[in-house]
């Protein structure tokens, strides 16, 4: 009879542990799981933000290209308008030379007719 007490009671005894065994096995399972969820949700936050840095600098960079561009354009008119100034200064300044030489050369007729 003890025997049979005795093999009785190391029967629970194994079964309990091989419970216990088992739910410690299927916590850890979750925890791993967990954890692998948790990673994952890091690893595509990560990947969201890298994406927003990436347009970020495309904006600014597009931004900084169109101001260049812009500055490009604005000195552009600039000299062009110099160039035009500078045409229109020495068109003037030959004009008046040539009037100059032609009122010179009639006072010089005037006075060798007289």
């Known amino acids: 009879m003890k025997k049979v007490i005795l093999g009785s009671i190391l029967m629970v005894a ?4 091989f419970v216990s065994c ?6 850890a399972k979750d925890a791993t799981e967990a954890a692998a969820d948790a990673a994952g949700d890091a690893v595509d936050a990560a990947g969201d933000a890298a994406d927003k840095a990436v347009d970020a600098t495309k904006e600014v960079a597009g931004d900084a290209a169109n101001a260049a561009g812009d500055a490009v354009d604005s000195a552009k008119d600039a000299a062009g308008n110099a160039v035009d100034s ?12 040539k009037d100059a030489a032609g009122a010179a050369a009639d006072k010089v007729k005037d006075a060798v007719k007289h």
């Open 22 to 27: 088992r739910e410690a096995a299927d916590k």
């Open 86 to 97: 500078a045409k229109d200064a020495a068109n003037d300044a030959a004009d008046k030379a």
């Open 14 to 17: 194994l079964s309990v542990s």
